[in-house]
């Protein structure tokens, strides 16, 4: 199968500019996660999608950032406007159903910003 | 916060010699899973334990679970080269909502 499509793989763009992540997950994953991985550290989970319905995004900083998952299917991250303490990897997953399954990630787009 | 806690930090071997490396965590969980992580890539899921389970294998590698003591362990056998990567504890606490908690891992070098 397929696995879990993210673009672009890197960005740049200076503070306060807005930037856009797009994840394609794997056909038929009800589930979808973003996660922040800051350098030298886990990922942390951003937000957490069942469908096109919000499960959990306690842990998202909702003056800057907002995501959606329209039709169920592919999800955009988007941060509006960037600070410096943003850049890290942001990694989209997600996950078949049942409780023997763990989560296939994608390469995740590395942010920089300046 | 972060659920679980690896240890060691880093860690460094000579190819052939055994990694062994421990999580440790806080509250009661589901299951626990392993990931790894090459350098500047997505994170691979490599075992999976319920929390009913005490040893896993998978090829090269094992995993034991002590709910008593709140901590897990992942042994790779035989490394590699290849073995070279970032490995993650993540637990997961309820099967209703499944959110996976990651520790801050274990940087494992594999020397030839």
């Known amino acids: 199968e397929a696995g879990v499509a993210q673009s672009p793989r890197y960005k740049i763009i200076e503070k306060r500019q807005s930037v856009a992540f797009w994840c394609n997950p794997i056909s038929g994953h009800a589930t979808l996660y973003w996660y922040q991985q800051i350098l030298g550290q886990g990922p942390k989970l951003l937000i957490q999608?069942?469908?096109?319905?919000?499960?959990?995004d306690s842990q998202l900083p909702k003056d800057r950032f907002s995501a959606e998952r329209l039709k169920g299917v592919d999800s955009t991250l988007k941060i509006q406007p960037a600070k410096l303490e943003d850049s890290a990897v942001y990694l989209c997953?997600?996950?078949?159903?049942?409780?023997?399954?763990?989560?296939?990630f994608g390469s995740g787009t590395r942010l920089t910003v300046v | 916060s972060q659920q679980g806690e690896e240890d060691p930090q880093a860690l460094s071997i000579q190819e052939g010699e055994n990694a062994t490396m421990n999580c440790s965590y806080k509250?009661?969980?589901?299951?626990l899973q392993w990931y790894r992580q090459n350098s500047g890539r997505g994170l691979v899921h490599l075992i999976l334990i319920r929390s009913n389970e005490r040893e896993k294998h998978s090829g090269r590698l094992r995993v034991t679970l002590d709910t008593s003591k709140k901590s897990s362990s992942l042994l790779i056998t035989a490394s590699r080269a290849a073995d070279t990567a970032s490995y993650f504890c993540a637990t997961v606490l309820r099967s209703n909502d499944y959110k996976l908690s990651f520790g801050a891992g274990t940087t494992v070098t594999v020397r030839a």
């Open positions: 999608f069942q469908n096109n319905g919000v499960v959990d």
């Open positions: 509250t009661s969980i589901n299951n």
């Open positions: 997953a997600s996950r078949r159903a049942g409780q023997n399954y763990g989560y296939t």
